[in-house]
Structure formats: structure tokens, C-alpha cells
């Protein structure tokens, strides 16, 4: 295998061209979980490090949600869209001077999709064929797999990163998600080198000389830190006071004052994350699709957005975000007016029989909802308590129930406990929208299908919507199920709330949007004069 | 002595087995598992049986419990998967962080503590000791977490971009970004400089409470016969107070001190999230977050280590302070 012997990372000079040197720092309230192991991550900000830091993905999409070569300079597919064949890169290198070739790529997917691995996501996979049959190295740098045609076939290889084979074929696979490899010792290929983790405080990343010149180079940065920092307040100062040059998620009352400072600025994009409540369809109160549009109709979304985000968020509908390609931007969801929702009620079996106050069904049932939520999460329990003073009106009773996070997921996740009426979430689909494990029939025994939802139209959509390879075919079914979604409102659709970014002025070349906030980490500056 | 400081660390034996298997039986009580923390989109049963059972969550409790304490006799503490270290390994990482911080803040606020209780017991009733009431009991009664963002909105964000003193202090983290590349003396002034308002933050709660038990300790003795007597035989104020009296007014402080303990590892954890502290308080909290029992454990067995030693400590002062009190 070949190698670069000249490599030197860490030593290497800094370009003295006025762009390049200093150091910027980032800061988050939350680790790096699993840091750079692509075997074991489901973490929002561990996958950002892994896509656009340390490791790197066979392709990114840009703006538009469409493919671009990146450690794949190219691919094919072949016309009965069975084989899907990348050409890689031979000018990569992993940081300890081995190249990255086929071998990689073909060892990634062995793992992700050996059983043993555990690997989180598995539905990345669903329509390829997994194991040794579903993939074929043609030569060093060709790499085929087979796969039933499907839509977004190469989103997987967007998220994955490539893991190096040569450090880690002899790791069982069962024993990957434990090894040292992401948050001890990785060895990405990626534009910065890993030079150091201290747990629970920093990552610090370097500049990697022999990056790619077609993919940027190296980068202007020297080195690139990531600090733990779990309180907000302490995040702010820190930003305030130079001390970090971006705040990972800001809170929307600490926005105002980024804005305000002269020496900051604050950079906002929509999310894939929504929030929502679930609702156990398999319970009596809330089996009728009705019931669930009454209380959509009853509950003021605007201006929760208004009081939880201060504007910072758009109601959401569905789970398909604004941004995407899918998204149906003619779509009416339940506006807010609580006489309307009262009336639709009254249509059902759902009367207040006895006066009290609550309604009750023929057999004398109270129409009673339990909202759960994670104990702590103050936005969460404001939602639970606005609903529960909003649907008091329309006869209904909710209780709010808090709950720490572990007791909260069995509950809502164990198929054979489900014991819930709603429950308050947030969830982020990837750019390849795949509603089936939440919302099919046939998956309603999986942990996510807490929804409990059995509607054969519902089914045949989410049966169609994965297979259409072509966007414009695609597109007037993905509206079809929108519409569907909200006539049956599974989950009360509740907000996508934008992603707050302070970010220090001294550094420049910072582009954030729905890919997150490293995408353009290559082309960060920082001016010379302020340089650490 | 020695004998008596033998049977101590023997009768530790069993009470930290004790503690170990309480500890194993509450984390086994707590609902949820590492695997039902993942929710990610095509999670199927399959999926998480078999994190259960790389984690070695598929067998009996009662077999975890024989492999994990055999193990933990030898000093294997076991796996931590969130980490992906050994629970060793990260407690080596995290300890002597909490350590530095609770071992100074001790020591500071013991100082500042009973050095402010020794001027409000001389200066019963006076102006001083209205003044130092004020503070004390203002001090005692705030939340460390609350006290510490105040300390970083004045210390380090007002005296930095408000006022622009020439002196302020890092909001957070143990070190400044660029340690590695300090040479020795600039690391520890950086390390100093990071410890200020951490450490400050626990000086100031647990030296209020300190100094009230110091006040209160020292007005008794300084009312004793012998005090007096002391006093009508001409002896100098200060000889008098040191010597005599605070000597005496020290034994319920030692019993404070044993009683200290657990409660600043615990207070300790607010303080680390707010500071950013990497030590073992927020080593607990992620590790109790992302389920990796091995690590909160391990934890809980040196935080039951610490406390049992720090008691035993408080027991060999009582026996240096008080002549009277002998072991053995």
C-alpha cells in the first residue's frame, strides 16, 4: 500500500502568505460523544467533526441537496440501477501517510452493515445489499455495491464517514463501538489531523498539509479547537470575551446580545430538528384522527415559536423540512382557532356527559392525556403546561409528566411498554427523508414506531416514496404524503427552530446553513494581526 | 494508634463491599440502558440486542455483579463506553482535577473560615462583626452554581469588556487553549489563573459556613473558667486565644470537616459544569446521562473512597487536637 513518507502534520510550516495561521476555537455545551468513530455516532456535533474535520465522506451534497465528489472524484450508476460504482480519490491520504484507497471504503461498509457492529443507523442501509455480496473492490480505487433501486442512493455515503481498514480490520466488529480509536487516537484523512483530546474539555485538530489542492487544500487555520463548555452563560462570556470565536447553539435569549456586541455577530439557519408530540394512537382518547386534529387546531403554535424562540423558528407541518427538495411549501396544516376544534370534538364520541369540565366517550372514559417529557427541559415543560391550560378549554385534561431521559425512552421506545399519551421530542431526519420507521404498519412494533399508526394509504405512500428515483416523479408523491400527514396528524407538528451561531468577527469565511456549522471550515481565516 | 488506624482500614473493607453492592443494586434499579438511549432513524430490536450484548447487558444481574466486583477486588473497574477508555483510565483523567479544586478550596476555606470566625468571636457584637454576619450569612445562603456565573459576569466578562481592569480571570476550563505549547512557568500561571474563580466559588459558600461554626465554637470556649482564668493571670489576648481557646474551638470544626466532604464533591459538580471544569463531577453527570454504569461505578466507589478516608482523616485530627482523645 503506498505511503507518504514525507508526511509531517503537525510539524509543517505555515504557509506565510497573510492568509493562513492562528487558531479558532469553538465552543459547545456537549462532548464530542464517540469523537471520531463513524461505527458508533448518532451525536449531531460528533457527525459534523467526523463529515467535515477529521474524516471524510465519498461525497457532500451543496445547497441544492445535490451529490458533489469529494473523496469520490466520481461515480455510476448502472442503467437497471442495481450496481453503484465510485472512482476514489488516489491523491488522499490517511494522517499516518497510509492512502486511502477502495480497501477503505469497502471495509466501512462491511462493518456498518454487520449486525455484530451495532451500527446506529441502520436504515441507511435498507435497500442495499449488506455483507461481503454487496460490495466488490474492482481495483485500488473503484469500489462497486449492489443495491435494489432506490431514491437518494448515495446519501449513506454523504453521512459515513470512511474509517481506515488498515488500523482497524482486526477489531471485531462487536468490539468497535468500544475501541479507543474515536476518542483516544484517530486517524482521519480529512482537512485537519487529530492532535489531542483532553475528555470533557478540548479537541484540538491541526491543519493537514497534504490535503487535496482540488478539495481546497490546507486549510487557512493552523489549528482548529473545539472546547466543552456546559453552561450557557459561561459560553456567552467566553464568546464576549474573545475567548472562543463561536458558540455552538446559542440560546434565542442570549441572541440580542451577540447581536450587540460590537465584536460579534450572529449567524442563523434553518435545521433538519423539529420538535413535536407524539401521540399513541393505540390509545382509546386519541385513536380518532379527529380527536388529534381538534387538539392541533386548539394549540397556538405561532406563538409558542414566539415565547419559546422568540422568532427564531417556523411552525412546522411535517417532518419534511423547508429547505429540502420535497417540501411542499403549499401545504395548510391546522391553523389555530379553538371554536373550530371544539365543534370537530363535538362531531366525535367525546362529550362532557357529566359537566365536569372534561369530556367523557359512551363509556363514561374521561378524555385524560398524559403529555412526558425529559425532566430539565425547561422549553419542554412550558409546552406541556401551555397545552394543558389550552386544551382545558376544549375538555380535554392533560397532565404533564416529566421524566429522566432513560425512563422517558423506555417508555416511549420499548414496544413492549409504550406507556404514553404524547410525548414531547425533537427529531432530525437526514437529508434523505425516510418516515417509514415512524409512521408504517409494519414497523409500528419497532422502538420508533410510537406512534402506533396503521393507515394502508399512509403505508403505500411510504412503500412508493423510497423507490422513485427521479426528484420531479418523487416530488408530487413526497406532497401527497405531507397531506396525508397532516389529515392524520400522527405527531402534533410543533416548530423547527433555528440554529443560533455567535460567532467572533475576527474570523472570517464562515458560511453556515442546513449542513451545519464546519461545512466551509477549510476556508476559515483569521486575520493576522489577531491571530493566537 | 496504629492499631487503632489498622482496624479502621479493615473495617473500610467490608463497609466499601457494602457500599459497592448498594451502588450496583441502585444503578441496576434505575430504568433504561445504554441501548434504549438510541433513537436514531432505522433502530430496530435486532440493533439494540446486540449493543446489549457487546456491552455485556445480555446477562443475569446477579452474574455482572460476581464478574464486576471480582474484577473491582483486583482493581479492574471495568469498560467505559462512553469514554472508550478504561473506567480507570478516565478516572485518572478526571480525579486529580476535582481533587485540585476541592483540596484547595478546602484548605482556603478553612483559613478564610475560621479566620473570619476567630474576628466576629473577638469582636462579639461589634461593627466588624455585624459587617462579617452580612457577608457570611449572604454567602452561606447562595447557590455555588449561581454565585459562580456572578463571579464570571464580574471577574471575567465585566473586567475584561466592561471595566477593562488589568486583572481578570478565564471563565472556564482547566487550562487555556495553547497549554501544551506554554513552557513550564507559564503553565503554572495559566493553571493558577484557571482555579481563581472555581476555586473562589467554593471558598466563599463553604467559608460562610465555616466561619459560623467557627464563631459560634470560639464564643463558647472564650466563656470557659479556664479562659478566664487564663486571662486573670496576665496572659497576652493573642496567647490566650491561640493557645487556649482555639485549640479547644477546633473539635466541632473537625467534625465539620468529615461532614464537608461529601457535601463539596457534591457541591463540586455544580461548580465544574458552570466552569467547565473537567473533573469528576462532570465526569458523573455525562456518565450517568449516557448510561455507562461501569463508569458511574467506578465513580461512586472512589467518591465512597474519598469520603471514608477523609472521615478516618477527621478522626486522626481529633486525636492530634484534643490530647484527651486517644485510640487504640
Known amino acids: ?147 435494489e433501486p432506490h431514491a437518494e442512493i448515495l446519501d449513506p455515503w454523504r453521512a459515513v464517514g470512511i474509517m481506515p481498514e488498515h488500523l482497524l480490520a482486526d477489531v471485531p466488529p462487536s468490539e468497535l463501538a468500544s475501541h479507543p480509536f474515536g476518542s483516544v487516537c484517530p486517524v482521519g484523512n480529512g482537512p485537519f489531523v487529530f492532535a489531542s483530546h483532553r475528555p470533557q474539555e478540548s479537541w484540538t485538530f491541526e491543519a493537514n498539509p497534504a490535503f487535496p489542492g482540488q478539495l481546497g487544500g490546507r486549510p487557512f487555520l493552523d489549528r482548529l479547537v473545539y472546547r466543552v463548555i456546559p453552561d450557557q452563560t459561561t459560553l456567552l462570556t467566553e464568546l464576549l470575551t474573545g475567548s472562543i470565536d463561536m458558540y455552538l447553539s446559542l440560546r434565542p435569549d442570549q441572541a440580542a446580545t451577540v447581536v450587540e456586541d460590537p465584536d460579534t455577530r450572529l449567524e442563523t439557519f434553518d435545521p433538519r430538528e423539529f420538535t413535536f408530540i407524539g401521540w399513541n394512537t393505540r390509545r382509546p382518547q386519541l385513536a380518532d384522527p379527529r380527536v388529534r386534529r381538534a387538539i392541533a387546531m386548539s394549540t397556538d403554535r405561532d406563538a409558542v415559536v414566539q415565547a419559546l424562540l422568540r422568532g427564531f423558528g417556523t411552525v412546522a407541518e411535517t417532518g419534511v423540512p423547508p429547505f429540502h427538495w420535497a417540501y411542499d411549501a403549499d401545504l395548510e396544516g391546522p391553523a389555530y382557532d379553538p371554536e373550530a376544534a371544539a365543534a370537530l370534538l363535538d362531531e366525535t364520541e367525546w362529550r362532557d356527559r357529566d359537566g365536569d369540565g372534561v369530556r367523557e366517550n359512551a363509556s363514561g372514559a374521561p378524555l385524560e392525556l398524559t403529555v412526558i417529557f425529559n425532566a430539565g427541559n425547561q422549553d419542554r415543560q412550558t409546552i406541556a403546561e401551555l397545552m394543558q391550560a389550552e386544551l382545558r378549554s376544549l375538555g380535554i385534561s392533560v397532565t404533564p409528566e416529566g421524566l429522566e431521559p432513560g425512563e422517558l425512552a423506555r417508555r416511549a421506545t420499548d414496544p413492549s411498554v409504550r406507556d404514553f399519551d404524547g410525548l414531547i421530542l425533537a427529531w432530525v431526519h437526514d437529508f434523505r427523508v425516510d418516515e417509514k420507521d415512524l409512521f408504517h404498519s409494519t414497523r409500528a412494533d419497532q422502538p420508533l414506531g410510537f406512534s402506533g399508526l396503521r393507515d394502508p394509504e399512509l403505508d403505500r405512500l411510504l412503500d412508493t416514496l423510497q423507490l422513485v428515483v427521479d426528484r420531479d416523479q418523487s416530488r408530487p408523491l413526497w406532497h401527497d404524503y405531507q397531506r396525508r400527514i397532516v389529515d392524520l396528524q400522527p405527531w402534533l407538528y410543533l416548530f423547527y427552530a433555528q440554529k443560533l451561531t455567535g460567532v467572533s468577527r475576527r474570523l472570517q469565511g464562515v458560511e453556515v446553513d442546513f449542513r451545519g456549522e464546519v461545512v466551509t471550515v477549510g476556508d476559515w481565516r483569521i486575520q493576522e494581526a489577531e491571530s493566537r | 494508634m496504629r492499631r487503632y488506624l489498622l482496624g479502621r482500614l479493615l473495617l473500610a473493607v467490608p463497609l466499601l463491599l457494602a457500599l459497592a453492592t448498594l451502588l450496583f443494586m441502585l444503578v441496576e434499579l434505575a430504568p433504561g440502558d445504554p441501548a434504549d438511549l438510541l433513537i436514531s432513524p432505522g433502530m430496530t430490536n435486532e440493533v439494540r440486542e446486540q449493543v446489549r450484548t457487546n456491552l455485556g447487558l445480555d446477562e443475569p444481574a446477579p452474574v455482572r455483579y460476581l464478574r464486576w466486583i471480582a474484577a473491582a477486588a483486583t482493581g479492574d473497574l471495568g469498560f467505559s463506553h462512553s469514554r472508550g477508555v478504561s473506567v480507570r483510565v478516565a478516572l485518572a483523567q478526571s480525579l486529580p482535577n476535582t481533587l485540585l479544586l476541592t483540596g484547595v478550596s478546602l484548605v482556603l476555606a478553612f483559613a478564610l473560615g475560621v479566620g473570619v470566625g476567630i474576628v466576629q468571636a473577638v469582636r462579639q457584637s461589634s461593627w466588624i462583626d455585624s459587617v462579617l454576619n452580612l457577608f457570611v450569612l449572604t454567602f452561606y445562603s447562595l447557590p455555588s452554581f449561581w454565585l459562580g456565573v456572578i463571579l464570571i459576569l464580574v471577574f471575567s466578562y465585566g473586567a475584561q469588556s466592561v471595566w477593562e481592569w488589568p486583572i481578570h480571570f478565564p471563565a472556564s476550563g482547566a487550562t487555556s487553549v495553547g497549554y501544551d505549547l506554554m513552557g513550564p512557568g507559564e503553565r503554572i500561571v495559566d493553571r493558577v489563573r484557571h482555579l481563581i474563580l472555581p476555586v473562589g466559588t467554593l471558598v466563599l459558600v463553604m467559608g460562610a459556613g465555616v466561619a459560623r461554626y467557627a464563631r459560634s465554637a470560639l464564643l463558647e470556649v472564650i466563656r470557659e473558667d479556664y479562659v478566664r482564668a487564663a486571662r486573670a493571670r496576665g496572659l497576652g489576648r493573642a496567647r490566650v486565644l491561640f493557645r487556649h481557646a482555639l485549640p479547644n474551638a477546633l473539635l466541632p470544626l473537625i467534625t465539620v470537616f468529615g461532614l464537608y466532604l461529601p457535601v463539596l464533591f457534591s457541591g463540586a459538580v455544580f461548580v465544574e459544569t458552570v466552569f467547565a471544569w473537567p473533573g469528576m463531577g462532570r465526569l458523573m453527570v455525562d456518565a450517568v446521562a449516557s448510561r455507562d454504569f461501569p463508569l458511574v461505578l467506578g465513580g461512586s466507589l472512589v467518591f465512597a473512597v474519598l469520603v471514608v478516608v477523609g472521615n478516618l482523616v477527621a478522626d486522626l485530627l481529633y486525636a492530634w487536637a484534643d490530647p484527651r482523645v486517644r485510640y487504640g
Do not use: C, K
Open chain 1, 1 to 147: 500500500m503506498a505511503r507518504v513518507d514525507s508526511f509531517m502534520a503537525a510539524g509543517a510550516p505555515t504557509p506565510a502568505d497573510g492568509r493562513h495561521g492562528g487558531t479558532a476555537v469553538m465552543g459547545g455545551i456537549a462532548e464530542l460523544v464517540n469523537g471520531m468513530n463513524a461505527f458508533t455516532t448518532t451525536g449531531y456535533g460528533s457527525s459534523q467533526y467526523q463529515q467535515f474535520v477529521n474524516l471524510m465522506t465519498l461525497v457532500r451534497v451543496d445547497g441544492g441537496l445535490e451529490a458533489r465528489p469529494y473523496l469520490a472524484e466520481s461515480w455510476s450508476v448502472s442503467p437497471d440501477g442495481t450496481e453503484l460504482t465510485f472512482r476514489i480519490r488516489q491523491d488522499v491520504y490517511w494522517h499516518d501517510g497510509e492512502r486511502t484507497d477502495a480497501r477503505d471504503v469497502a471495509f466501512t461498509f462491511l462493518r456498518a452493515t454487520d449486525p455484530e457492529t451495532a451500527f446506529p443507523n441502520p436504515a441507511y442501509w435498507d435497500h442495499y445489499v449488506a455483507g461481503p455480496e454487496g460490495v466488490e473492490v474492482v481495483d485500488d480505487f473503484t469500489v462497486t455495491f449492489r443495491l
